[in-house]
């Protein structure tokens, strides 16, 4: 008997599609070549300015503030992260799904990947320099990468003011950053500050060197950074534990895979439900 004949894409034409139809060509050439890329306007002005008031809130109430600090002109001290993003706001949903986010991070990991964790690095003068790292910190570095990050700017990123740092290429040498003068972002050669404005995103393969530099002046900077892994990772925070159902029903089916609802890993004393495994796997061949 014939096999059914379909016309449903395979994963790879599926990735791929996603990719020329957002026009990310260029974007896939600068993960290979330099082990990050920028996508300017990932986010609109308005959900930007969501993101950042309740971060600032998160972040007031974790370091014992009775007011959100100001934006522009906080100058008195160190500020606390802010955490568990995914579960302060459903605004965080969408940035879990945002379409060019999640296109690179498909390219980079397969669309298997899981949300591991949504962080917001608050940075403020006087904290010292994030120092060169890679995200594939407790795994042995692989290409493919196991672990990607996706870094959303909330305010304009400026050497000064505390902008990103990586270093181009260093995807290619497959190990991690050793040496002072490897570590340190003003001592490493290589090492140059991603410029950006607000609402764009740098995605970050899991083997790239990279870090933050010294914010001098008052302010805060602030991000959203968002990591994605392979499904048989343990992920940072307690991603699946946390969904409810009101969360699935607002949104497509893409997000429960994203959220690992559909892994039928950690299973119980019942044993593994492969129903879900069957489920995942028929929309991904």
């Known amino acids: 008997m014939a096999e059914a004949v379909t016309n449903e894409p395979t994963s790879r034409e599926f990735v791929f599609a996603e990719i020329d139809r957002l026009g990310l060509k260029q974007n896939v050439l600068e993960?290979?070549?330099q082990g990050f890329t920028v996508v300017p306007d990932a986010l609109p002005s308005a959900m930007v300015e969501q993101m950042r008031e309740i971060i600032l809130r998160q972040t007031a109430d974790k370091s014992g503030l009775d007011e959100v600090p100001d934006l522009d002109t906080?100058?008195?001290g160190n500020l606390r992260e802010g955490c568990y993003l995914l579960y302060e706001d459903p605004i965080f949903e969408?940035?879990?799904m945002n379409e060019y986010?999640?296109?690179?991070m498909q390219y980079l990991l397969g669309r298997s990947m899981v949300l591991s964790t949504m962080y917001s690095h608050v940075r403020c003068k006087g904290d010292p320099p994030l120092r060169l790292h890679?995200?594939?910190w407790t795994l042995q570095l692989s290409n493919p990468v196991s672990v990607a990050v996706a870094n959303y700017a909330l305010v304009d990123y400026e050497r000064d003011r505390g902008?990103?740092?990586a270093v181009p290429g260093s995807n290619h040498l497959m190990r991690r950053?050793?040496?002072?003068d490897e570590i340190d972002v003003y001592k490493n050669r290589d090492c140059v500050p991603l410029e950006m404005k607000a609402g764009s995103v740098v995605v970050t393969a899991g083997n790239t060197w990279h870090g933050a530099y010294e914010r001098k002046v008052p302010g805060i900077r602030l991000n959203t950074a968002v990591?994605?892994?392979r499904s048989y990772i343990q992920t940072q925070e307690r991603i699946r534990e946390g969904v409810t159902q009101a969360m699935l029903d607002r949104n497509p089916p893409r997000f429960a895979d994203l959220m690992g609802v559909n892994n039928f890993l950690g299973f119980d004393r019942d044993g593994p439900d492969f129903t879900k495994a069957r489920a995942l796997t028929s929309r991904f061949d």
């Open 163 to 165: 902008a990103f740092a």
């Open 31 to 33: 993960l290979e070549e």
């Open 94 to 96: 969408q940035v879990v």
């Open 177 to 180: 950053p050793v040496h002072p």
């Open 74 to 76: 906080w100058d008195d």
């Open 101 to 104: 986010t999640v296109a690179l």
């Open 227 to 229: 990591v994605y892994c």
């Open 134 to 136: 890679t995200d594939q």
